[in-house]
Each structure stands twice: as C-alpha cells, then as structure tokens.
C-alpha cells in the first residue's frame, strides 16, 4: 500500500532513509540531519517536501519525497522527485515503480502534470525501471563547483 508519510512512521522512515543516503555515499549524516528532514516533511507546508512509504504488513518498505515548485516554462509549476528507496529485501517487488505512479496521483491531484527526476549514470537496475515509467532526459547536470 502506498501512503503518506505519518508521524508514527518516524523509526521505518529513518532506517529507509538511512539505506538511500548509504547507496549514495552518505552513510555518515548526524541524527540532528534526519531530525530535519522529517520534521520538514511532517510540516506539511504546501511549498516544501512531502513524503510516501510503501507498506506491507506494517512495515515500511520504501519512500519517496517530492517537492512542488514553480517553473518558467509552465504556469501551473513542476514537481520535481527527489529522494526514492527500497528497502533491499523488498526489491523486485513493483514497490519503486508504485511509489513513482504515488508521486504522479499527487502531481495529479495538484494540477501539475510534469514530474522529472535525477538518478547517478551507474544506478542500472533504477535506470531500468526509468525507462518504464518515464522518458529519458536530452540535458546534462552540472553543479556549482564547492
């Protein structure tokens, strides 16, 4: 079952979102980094991030995070997919791609059709799933450099 995100989720959120910032080199946030995060995401302010889960037997299995946010290119705005992650043993399962059709219903739901993501070149089995559920990008990122 795909759901929003509840307070009471906070202990299977945080072991998820440990996993997703371990699988991109992060492994070594501070509590104080996940105490943010989720207090943002239970704000539940309209202009900040917002959360799923997948569960299944009480237990989480993955998250996904989505923002809304203006755009140039398309009055009604964009949103943009930022975070998604599934709990290893539950991999194979269709919990990403259901968590990704989630992020479209409240895109949706909001008026706002237009959903993009970024993934890192080398996530093949990611990447594999995003050609099923999304059309590949022509652009290239580049980041300020630190």
């Not at 009480?58 to 809304?68: D, M, P, W």
């Not at 997919?81 to 990704?100: C, K, N, S, V």
Request: charged share 30%.
């Amino acid at each position: 079952m795909i759901r929003a995100l509840r307070p009471e989720d906070r202990k299977g959120w945080q072991r998820l979102y440990e996993g997703y910032q371990a699988f991109y080199g992060f492994a070594d946030r501070p509590p104080s980094f996940y105490d943010r995060a989720f207090a943002r995401l239970m704000a539940r302010d309209p202009r900040d991030f917002h959360g799923l889960v997948a569960e299944a037997d009480g237990r989480l299995l993955g998250l996904t995070h989505y923002v809304f946010h203006p755009n140039l290119w398309r009055d009604e705005g964009v949103c943009y997919l930022q975070d998604l992650f599934t709990a290893p043993e539950a991999r194979g399962r269709g919990i990403a791609r259901a968590l990704i059709e989630g992020v479209y219903a409240e895109a949706d739901r909001a008026g706002i059709p237009a959903v993009y993501w970024l993934t890192a070149e080398d996530n093949y089995p990611g990447r594999m799933l995003y050609d099923r559920v999304g059309q590949k990008s022509p652009f290239i990122r580049y980041n300020r450099k630190l």
